[in-house]
C-alpha cells in the first residue's frame, strides 16, 4: 500500500505576504477610482450634503470592492491574486475544492474580525498543526501550498 | 734615395707644372660653362619637340618591354629583399602612426564625405555581397578569423585603436547621423525585440517571486519550529504537514 501523500499547509509569513499584494491591488484600484470620482465631484461643485452621501457610498463601495475581490477568487479558483505569486490555494476542507459564495463571504468577514485585535485571528496559524486561524474556522477552509507556476 | 725614386718626383715635379694652366683655365671657365650647360637644358627642356619626343618614347612598345623586363627581372626581388631585410616598411609604418599622419588622413575623408560615398557604392554592388558570402562560407576564413583574433597584435591593434581619436570621431560621426537613429527605432519597435524585452520581464518578475516563496516558506518553518518550542508540543507531524482530506495521522 502507498504511503498517503502529505500536504504542506501554508504559512502565517506567506499569507501574509499573499495578503499584502492583494491589499495592494485593492487599493491601487480603489485609489485612482477614488482620485478620479473626487475630481469629478470638485469640479462640479456640489452641496456638503451630496459630498457626504458620494463619501459615504465611496466607502461602502470600496467594501463591496474589496470583499468582491476575495468572494470572486476564493470562490472560482481559489487563489486570489497575491495567492498566485505566494502559489497556495484555500480550499474547502471536507471536499477540497474551491469553497461557495457564502462561504466565500462568511470567510471575508471571517478576515476582516481577525485583524481588528491586532490580528489576533491569525495567530491561531502559527500554534495550529493544519495552520488555521479564525477565517478558516468560520468557513470551514484549509490553505494548502501548490505547484502551480504563476505563468 | 735610390735612382727611381729620384726619377718618380722628377716625373710628378712636371706633371704638376704641366697641369698648372690647365687648372687655371677650369676656374677661370668652370662658372660660365656651368651656366651654359644649364641654359641649354632649359632650352631643350621648355622645347615643345623635347614633350613629343617623351610622350612618343613613353607610348613606344620599347619603354613597356623596359618595364615588363624590370619587373620580371631580379630588380623588383632585390627590391623587396631590400624592404624586408632593413624593415623599411615597418620604419615608415611607425613613422606614420607616430606622426598622426593616419588619423588626420582618415579624419578629412570622413570630414568630406569620401568615406560615405564609397561604402554606399561599394555596399550596392550585387557582386560584393556574392563575394562577401562566398568568403564567409570558406572553413578557411572560419580559421583564419580565430587565428587572427586571438593574436597578440591583434590585441595591440585594438587597444591603439579604442585610445585613438579615430573612435571618437566616428562615434561622433555615427551619433549625429540620422540614419542611425531610425534603424535603432525601428529595431526597438519590432515584434521580436518587444517580445524578447517581454519575456525577459516576466522572467525577472517569476525568478523574484520565486525567491520571495523561498524564503516566506522558510520563515514558516522557522517560525513553526519556534513555536513548538515554545508550546512543548512533540510527537506530531513535521510543520504544517497533515494528510488529505481532513485525516489526522493516527
Known amino acids: 500500500m502507498a504511503p498517503p501523500s502529505v500536504v504542506p499547509y501554508t504559512g502565517l509569513v506567506t499569507r501574509a505576504i499573499a495578503l499584502a499584494v492583494d491589499a495592494l491591488i485593492i487599493h491601487v484600484v480603489a485609489l485612482v477610482t477614488g482620485t478620479v470620482v473626487g475630481l469629478i465631484v470638485t469640479a462640479l461643485h456640489v452641496p456638503d450634503t451630496v459630498d457626504t452621501i458620494i463619501k459615504a457610498v465611496g466607502g461602502a463601495a470600496y467594501l463591496v470592492w474589496a470583499a468582491s475581490y476575495f468572494v470572486f477568487f476564493w470562490s472560482t479558483t481559489g487563489q486570489t491574486t497575491g495567492a498566485l505569486v505566494m502559489r497556495f490555494r484555500v480550499l474547502s476542507d471536507n471536499k477540497r475544492e474551491p469553497i461557495s459564495v457564502p462561504r466565500a463571504v462568511f470567510r471575508f468577514v471571517g478576515l476582516i474580525l481577525s485583524a481588528i485585535p491586532f490580528f489576533a485571528g491569525f495567530w491561531p496559524v502559527l500554534f495550529t498543526r493544519r495552520r488555521r486561524g479564525l477565517p478558516d474556522w468560520m468557513a470551514n477552509t484549509v490553505v494548502v501550498d501548490t505547484d502551480d507556476a504563476l505563468l | ?250
Open chain 2, 1 to 250: 734615395m735610390g735612382l727611381a725614386d729620384t726619377a718618380t718626383d722628377l716625373a710628378v715635379s712636371v706633371t704638376r707644372e704641366a697641369m698648372r694652366p690647365a687648372r687655371a683655365l677650369d676656374r677661370r671657365f668652370r662658372p660660365s660653362a656651368q651656366r651654359a650647360a644649364l641654359d641649354a637644358l632649359d632650352r631643350v627642356l621648355d622645347s615643345p619637340v623635347t614633350a613629343i619626343a617623351v610622350d612618343r618614347i613613353l607610348q613606344s612598345p620599347l619603354v613597356e618591354r623596359a618595364i615588363t623586363g624590370v619587373v620580371a627581372g631580379p630588380l623588383v626581388d632585390a627590391v623587396a629583399d631590400v624592404l624586408i631585410r632593413d624593415a623599411v616598411i615597418e620604419r615608415v609604418s611607425a613613422e606614420v602612426v607616430r606622426a598622426g599622419v593616419a588619423e588626420r588622413v582618415v579624419e578629412g575623408l570622413v570630414a568630406d564625405g569620401v568615406v560615405e560615398r564609397s561604402l554606399t557604392g561599394v555596399l550596392a554592388d550585387p557582386r560584393v555581397e556574392a563575394l562577401v558570402l562566398t568568403t564567409l562560407e570558406s572553413d578557411r576564413v572560419e580559421v583564419l578569423v580565430g587565428a587572427v583574433a586571438d593574436s597578440p597584435g591583434m590585441e595591440r591593434m585594438v587597444a591603439r585603436v579604442l585610445e585613438s581619436k579615430l573612435l571618437d570621431v566616428g562615434v561622433r560621426q555615427l551619433l549625429a547621423s540620422e540614419e542611425l537613429w531610425e534603424m535603432i527605432d525601428e529595431i526597438a519597435s519590432s515584434k521580436a525585440v518587444t517580445d524578447a524585452i517581454a519575456h525577459q520581464t516576466m522572467g525577472l518578475a517569476d525568478e523574484v517571486a520565486d525567491e520571495v516563496r523561498i524564503r516566506s516558506r522558510r520563515m514558516d518553518d522557522w517560525l513553526d519550529r519556534a513555536t513548538r518550542r515554545a508550546t512543548r508540543r512533540r510527537g506530531q507531524p513535521g510543520p504544517g504537514q497533515d494528510l488529505p482530506g481532513g485525516a489526522s495521522p493516527a
